[in-house]
Structure formats: C-alpha cells, structure tokens
C-alpha cells in the first residue's frame, strides 16, 4: 500500500512561488511515474505535470510551462511541485499522485492508482 502526503500549500499573493511536498511510503518509490493534479471548485480535477521514475522525463501542461517545475527525490521518497508567478487561477486543491503499474509518463488521471488527501492552494489578487 502506498501512502501520499502532500504539504506545502496556503495563501499567497499573486505574482508569489510555492513549493509543494508529497511524501511517499513504498520500498518501491523510485519505480512509480508520480504526478500533480488540481482540482478548483466546480471544476474537474485536471493534470499539472508528471514525472518518470528516475527525474529524467518531465511533462507538464502547456499553459502551465515556465511557471511549474515538477521534481523528486528518490533518496527521500519525495516529489516537489515549484509554483512560480502564481495567479489567482492557480487557486485549486492540489493532488500529488502514483502510477505503480509500470505504465508511461501520462497526463491521464484514471492511469494514476494512489493519490493524496490534497494540499489548498489559494493565491489573492
């Protein structure tokens, strides 16, 4: 069973960076394609970015690159999310994820088979 624990969100102005944390159980960490998702209110949860199992692919949203750097480290069972020139539209719950299947770097939710409580992000105009 894998445990996710995200950490890192609060409040903050528009124009502002934060760092998202998710902490991973698992003697396995270093072989799962982990991800962040985001879900705003009265929206569906959407993808942000993903990464492979070593840190050496990276995909994230168009719209998001240059602005979110996805990260991990598998000497400590973590994986980050930088969020950087935040927007009020950034404001959302956000998701670290596992895919422990084995399966490829994907933006597609249903692919993902762990997932975290969710960490609120909320960014003031």
């Known amino acids: 069973q894998v445990q996710l624990v995200e950490s890192g969100g609060g409040l903050v102005q528009a124009g502002g960076s934060l760092r998202l944390s998710c902490a991973a159980s698992g003697r396995t960490f270093s072989s799962y394609i982990m991800g962040w998702f985001r879900q705003a209110p009265g929206k569906e949860r959407e993808f942000v970015a993903a990464i492979s199992w070593g840190g050496g692919s990276t995909y994230s949203t168009d719209s998001l690159k240059g602005r979110f750097t996805i990260s991990r480290d598998n000497a400590k069972n973590t994986v980050a999310l930088q969020m950087n020139s935040l927007k009020p539209e950034d404001t959302a719950v956000y998701y670290c994820?596992?895919?422990?299947?084995?399966?490829?770097?994907?933006?597609?939710?249903?692919?993902?088979?762990?997932w975290g409580q969710g960490t609120q992000v909320t960014v003031s105009s």
């Open positions: 994820a596992a895919d422990t299947t084995y399966g490829p770097l994907t933006l597609e939710k249903g692919a993902y088979d762990h």
